[in-house]
């Protein structure tokens, strides 16, 4: 029998890689791809935040951040209004992460 069961390390690598792939979709409508860029994030969702803590090494090489670490914000902080929205399948059928993201150079 095929074990379906996915590790937590490798959920959080789903999400963080699933993070970079919608993060690179807003980058290419504004920026040059070798642009170093800073990302700020609006989210309730712990396991993005989690996810992005855990991989910040792949995400800063991945996304060539400017800073050391991406900006989280939680929903109702206000200043959103300039932010890109993204979901992402967290790995459970019952959860889809949501967030507002804003890339800037």
Known sequence: AVDAHISRENRLHGIAREFVNRVQNIRKANFEVTDRIAVSVVTDSPLLIEACKAHIEYLKEELLLLTPEINFRANGEG????YASISI???????TINAKVKVTK
Do not use: F, K, M, V
């Open 79 to 82: 200043g959103a209004q300039d």
């Open 89 to 95: 399948e967290s790995g459970n059928a019952e959860e």
